[in-house]
């Protein structure tokens, strides 16, 4: 039995589908999905783990794109995929047992920081630069913390790779943001097995927007392939302000 109206879900899925662009370029589609579902009436477990569920369209539907376009190899990644997803679920376990509450206070200086890196950083493109740290140094370590991040709360995900694949692979902006999506997907699929034993999803609602993240996620990527670092850039500044200005407003209103 569907737990919402007709009409509601019909909202979801128009979020669903703008979060899909949105997230498919520059990371932070949850910044829309989530509180979409909350608002839709979803107990706070229940709401994260339909967001993980829809979630996983959309960044699939963003590495197919990328991957067809030769902007990622997807079988290059597949053991730092592997290494996301257990270090998801591993976070997901444990989520009730960290200080949520003290990483949440971080987290808007974090994604301040991660904007006004790219809004002043100059010479960011989509060419490569240097690599500060080797990909298996970045694989045991970058890779897993920000997977299990990822499977503890979620929030800033998709800004955080970004920054660590420029800033410590010297990835361009357009090569970052597709090496992103898979691990992103990777870090929903361990999280989302957790979350299904654990706690509730609402199945249909979640699948009805996945199909509209997973459309969404298909324009965002011929966006970002078309255009490149002159819209990955300024959307990134813009998602990682706007989320810190919520996570703000949360703590200040809660």
Same mark, same amino acid.
């Given at each position: *039995?569907?737990?919402?109206?007709?009409?509601?879900?019909?909202?979801?899925?128009?979020?669903?589908?703008?979060?899909?662009?949105?997230?498919?370029?520059?990371?932070?589609?949850?910044?829309? +999905?989530?509180?979409?579902?909350?608002?839709?009436?979803?107990?706070?477990?229940?709401?994260?783990?339909?967001?993980?569920?829809?979630?996983?369209?959309?960044?699939?539907?963003?590495?197919?794109?990328?991957?067809?376009?030769?902007?990622?190899?997807?079988?290059?990644?597949?053991?730092?995929?592997?290494? +996301?997803? @257990?270090?998801?679920?591993?976070?997901?376990?444990?989520?009730?047992? @960290?200080?949520?509450?003290?990483?949440?206070?971080?987290?808007?200086?974090?994604?301040?920081?991660?904007?006004?890196?790219?809004?002043?950083?100059?010479?960011?493109?989509?060419?490569?630069?240097?690599?500060?740290?080797?990909?298996?140094?970045?694989?045991?370590?970058?890779?897993?913390?920000?997977?299990?991040?990822?499977?503890?709360?979620?929030?800033?995900?998709?800004? $955080?790779?970004?920054?660590? $694949?420029?800033?410590?692979?010297?990835?361009?902006?357009?090569?970052?943001?597709?090496?992103?999506?898979?691990?992103?997907?990777?870090?929903?699929?361990?999280? *989302?097995?957790?979350?299904?034993?654990?706690?509730?999803?609402?199945?249909?609602?979640? @699948?009805?927007?996945?199909?509209?993240?997973?459309?969404?996620?298909?324009?965002?990527?011929?966006? +970002?392939?078309?255009?490149?670092?002159?819209?990955?850039?300024?959307?990134?500044?813009?998602?990682?302000?706007?989320? +810190?200005?919520?996570?703000?407003?949360?703590?200040?209103?809660?």
């Amino acid at each position: *039995m569907l737990p919402i109206s007709p009409e509601i879900l019909l909202l979801l899925v128009l979020a669903a589908f703008v979060a899909g662009v949105i997230d498919s370029i520059a990371g932070g589609g949850g910044l829309l +999905a989530l509180p979409a579902i909350l608002l839709a009436g979803a107990p706070p477990v229940t709401a994260l783990a339909t967001n993980k569920l829809q979630g996983m369209f959309g960044t699939a539907s963003a590495v197919i794109h990328y991957a067809r376009a030769g902007q990622v190899e997807p079988r290059r990644q597949i053991g730092p995929a592997l290494v +996301a997803a @257990l270090s998801a679920g591993g976070g997901a376990l444990v989520a009730s047992h @960290l200080p949520a509450e003290a990483i949440r206070a971080v987290l808007p200086v974090l994604l301040i920081a991660v904007a006004l890196y790219f809004g002043f950083r100059k010479g960011l493109d989509d060419e490569d630069r240097h690599e500060r740290m080797t990909p298996a140094a970045f694989n045991a370590t970058a890779v897993p913390g920000l997977a299990f991040y990822d499977g503890v709360l979620g929030p800033g995900t998709g800004s $955080f790779y970004m920054l660590a $694949f420029v800033a410590l692979r010297g990835h361009g902006l357009l090569k970052a943001t597709a090496h992103t999506k898979l691990l992103n997907f990777a870090s929903n699929v361990g999280s *989302m097995l957790v979350f299904a034993l654990v706690a509730q999803p609402w199945w249909l609602v979640g @699948l009805c927007m996945g199909a509209a993240q997973f459309a969404g996620a298909q324009v965002g990527a011929r966006l +970002a392939v078309r255009v490149g670092a002159r819209m990955i850039r300024p959307l990134l500044v813009v998602v990682s302000v706007a989320l +810190a200005l919520r996570l703000l407003w949360q703590a200040w209103s809660g």
